[in-house]
């Protein structure tokens, strides 16, 4: 079993930024990728960042050039730089972790950009 602790969230002014962490602890070592999804007010979650254990990295196309993904192995931990933050950026943000047998979800953690 793997269990997730997200951290970092909060509110924050538009244009301005937070960094989410992700802390992996139990049976981590067979990880094969770690990221994020987020779902905002009536809306399903979408997938956001992910960073693989081969060291690639994916954007959903809306926080390109926004949001980093970065991820301390020794630590097993992924982080989630959010740069120019907009309204749009709502949401709770889920941390998940892919192993070879299955997905782990955080509990998430509430980012809300005011205008």
């Known amino acids: 079993q793997v269990q997730l602790a997200e951290s970092g969230g909060g509110l924050v002014q538009a244009g301005g930024s937070l960094r989410l962490s992700c802390v992996a602890s139990?049976?981590?070592?067979?990880?094969?990728?770690m990221g994020w999804h987020r779902q905002a007010p009536g809306k399903q979650r979408e997938f956001v960042a992910v960073?693989?254990?081969?060291?690639?990295?994916d954007y959903v196309g809306s926080v390109k050039g926004r949001f980093t993904i970065s991820r301390d192995n020794a630590k097993n931990t992924v982080y989630l730089q959010m740069n120019s933050l907009k309204p749009e950026d709502t949401a709770v943000y889920y941390c998940?972790?892919?192993?070879?047998?299955?997905?782990?979800w955080g509990q998430g953690t509430q980012v809300t950009v005011s205008s």
């Open positions: 139990g049976s981590t070592f067979s990880i094969t990728a």
């Open positions: 998940f972790l892919n192993s070879r047998d299955q997905t782990y």
């Open positions: 960073a693989t254990s081969g060291e690639t990295t």
